[in-house]
T-cell receptor, first 114, second 112 residues
C-alpha cells in the first residue's frame, strides 16, 4: 500500500514569509502527527490531529499551526518564518494514535529559510 | 529539556559483532518505547517496540531491553551487518496517543 506522502520535498523561503506543507497519510489512517527534525534538537513533536481535531500539541510557538481534512490529509503552516525554522518536517500517520499503535513516517519536507 | 537522551552521537562496529545503542529517559510516566532507523533523505522506519510491562523484546537480529528502575533502554543488533548503517532514534510516550519524544539519534556505522 502507498506510504505517507509529503509535499513539497524541498523548498526555500525568505525570512518573514509563510509556508504550507502537506501530508497524505496511509489509506485508512486517521491520526496524523508532525515532527520537526534539526541537527541539535533531534525530532521534536509539533502536533497531532485525529478526525480533524488537534488532539495533542508540542511546545512550539503559535506561528506553527495545522489542520486536518475529512479525508485525513493534513497541512501544517508556519507563518513569519525565522532562520531557525530551517529543518526537516516529518509527518507520521497511524490508525488511530492509540498507545501501542505504530506510526509510519513520510520522507519529509526540507525547508530552508534564508 | 530533552526527556529522551541518546548520549552517543555515533558508534562504529565491525561486521558480525554486536552493536549496542543506548537510550535514557527522565519521565517515569513513559510506558511505550520505540526504536526507529533512518537512512539519509528518508523518513524514519519503525524497527522494534517495547511496553513497560516487559523488560525484553526480540525480533530477529534486534533485541530491545528496558530497565525501568534505571530509566534506560538499549537496542542490541546481533550480528551487525553493513546494511544496518543508519541513524537510530529511540522514542518514548505516555498513554497520550502519538506524542512521542525522540532522542537525538545515534549514527551507527558497521564496517565490513
Amino acid at each position: 500500500k502507498a506510504g505517507v506522502t509529503q509535499t513539497p520535498r524541498y523548498l526555500i523561503k525568505t525570512r518573514g514569509q509563510q509556508v504550507t506543507l502537506s501530508c497524505s497519510p496511509i489509506s485508512g489512517h486517521r491520526s496524523v502527527s508532525w515532527y520537526q527534525q534539526t541537527p541539535g534538537q533531534g525530532l521534536q513533536f509539533l502536533f497531532e490531529y485525529f478526525s480533524e481535531t488537534q488532539r495533542n500539541k508540542g511546545n512550539f510557538p503559535g506561528r506553527f499551526s495545522g489542520r486536518q481534512f475529512s479525508n485525513s490529509r493534513s497541512e501544517m503552516n508556519v507563518s513569519t518564518l525565522e532562520l531557525g525554522d530551517s529543518a526537516l518536517y516529518l509527518c507520521a500517520s497511524s490508525l488511530d494514535g492509540t498507545e501501542f499503535d505504530t506510526i509510519y513516517f513520510g520522507e519529509g519536507s526540507w525547508l530552508t529559510v534564508v | 529539556d530533552q526527556q529522551v537522551k541518546q548520549n552517543s552521537p555515533s558508534l562504529s562496529v565491525q561486521e558480525g559483532r554486536i552493536s549496542i545503542l543506548n537510550c535514557d529517559y527522565t519521565n517515569s510516566m513513559f510506558d511505550y518505547f520505540l526504536w526507529y532507523k533512518k537512512y539519509p533523505a528518508e523518513g524514519p522506519t519503525f524497527l522494534i517496540s517495547i511496553s513497560s510491562i516487559k523488560d525484553k523484546n526480540e525480533d530477529g537480529r534486534f533485541t530491545v531491553f528496558l530497565n525501568k528502575s534505571a530509566k534506560h533502554l538499549s537496542l542490541h543488533i546481533v550480528p551487525s551487518q553493513p546494511g544496518d548503517s543508519a541513524v537510530y532514534f529511540c522514542a518514548a510516550s505516555e498513554d497520550t496517543g502519538n506524542q512521542f519524544y525522540f532522542g537525538t539519534g545515534t549514527s551507527l556505522t558497521v564496517i565490513p
